[in-house]
């Protein structure tokens, strides 16, 4: 007999089996008792505060689903400081030159287009609001829209590279036009 195993239980013996009463591993109580401490933070979250019911988690998916169809999740003034980060100043400086100069000026001091490095802006300033501007373009005001002609990656670029001109006051820009931007 099993030096561990404490008394058979009266009674408890058929056919040569008996039966021990021991005490249920500690491995297994634990589990036990978390499943139990599990579902009731689980009913918690689910039924009594508000964590998202099913219907809801579907129609999240079904959104994000659709911003894929739709050529990716929606960028945001955040999601682009991440890009700008990652992308090359160098490569943002040289579609500027090649590309924008000759209507905002070489050091973005503005020319036929406006000033960029000032903080005035007629479609505002933050990452979205430039990058949508380039991309869109303004055609009516003479500002061509560029998602044709740029990748995403050098649409990236060059608006990084736009958006550090913002602020640092150009020799002879062109006076401020549209709305002065709030401090950041
Ligand atoms: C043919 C001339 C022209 C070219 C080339 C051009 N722009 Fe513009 N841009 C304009 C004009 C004009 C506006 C003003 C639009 C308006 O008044 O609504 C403008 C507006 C902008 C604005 C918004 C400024 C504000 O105050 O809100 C940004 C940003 C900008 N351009 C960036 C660029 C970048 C980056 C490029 C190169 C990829 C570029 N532009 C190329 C003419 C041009």
């Known amino acids: 007999m099993n030096q561990n195993q404490e008394k ?3 009674g408890h013996e058929y056919d040569g089996i008996q039966e021990f009463d021991n005490p ?9 008792f978390g499943t139990i ?8 979250h ?7 019911n099913q219907e809801e988690q579907l129609k999240k998916s079904l959104a994000a689903i659709e911003s894929l169809k739709k050529g990716g999740p929606a960028l945001d003034d955040e ?9 090359s100043p160098d490569k943002g400086k040289s579609i500027y ?16 287009g406006p000033n960029l490095t000032d903080t005035h802006f ?14 869109n ?8 829209p560029w998602k044709d002609q740029l990748s995403f990656d050098d649409s990236v670029a060059v608006t990084a590279f736009v958006y550090k001109l913002k602020g640092t006051f150009a020799a002879n820009g062109r006076p401020p036009q549209g709305t002065p931007e709030k401090t950041q």
């Open 8 to 10: 058979p239980m009266e």
């Open 79 to 87: 999601k682009l400081l991440a890009l700008f980060q990652s992308s």
């Open 24 to 32: 249920l591993p500690g491995w297994w109580l634990l589990t036990f």
């Open 97 to 112: 030159a090649a590309k924008c100069a000759a209507c905002h000026g070489a050091q973005g001091e503005g020319l036929i």
């Open 37 to 44: 401490i599990f579902s009731f933070l689980y009913y918690l």
């Open 46 to 52: 689910y039924e009594v505060a508000s964590g998202p």
């Open 137 to 144: 373009g303004v055609l009516d005001k003479g500002m061509p």
């Open 122 to 135: 007629i479609h505002g300033g933050s990452p979205l609001a430039m990058y949508n501007v380039i991309s």
